[in-house]
């Protein structure tokens, strides 16, 4: 890996641990794109999900909008703590379409 593509912040080193477990990589370089990489569109919203659950609200289209890990994580950082979004469920879904 090139110098200073290492993660080098607690957010960067979080998310890399996250990205390189849903690309199924073992390391991962902080510049590089997600286009650089060839990510398609399921995997973007595998990112967004898995970081979800590990409690980054971070979507797809901020992954969309900020490509590289380092930009991620500074606009993860810059935002701050933001409550997640209520994660959808199954029930609620059917009492909306049942009215119950």
Do not use: Y
């Amino acid at each position: 890996m090139p110098a200073g593509s290492a993660p080098e912040t607690p957010t960067e080193a979080a998310l890399a641990a996250i990205w390189c477990e849903v690309l199924g990589v073992s390391e991962i370089s902080v510049t590089d794109t997600i286009f650089a990489m060839g990510i398609d569109s399921f995997a973007v919203f595998r990112l967004a999900a898995r970081m979800i659950a590990k409690g980054h609200n971070l979507e797809a289209r901020h992954v969309l909008d900020n490509p590289s890990l380092r930009e991620l994580a500074i606009f993860a950082d810059q935002r701050g703590a933001v409550v997640a979004p209520a994660k959808p469920s199954v029930k609620d879904f059917l009492r909306k379409r049942t009215g119950s």
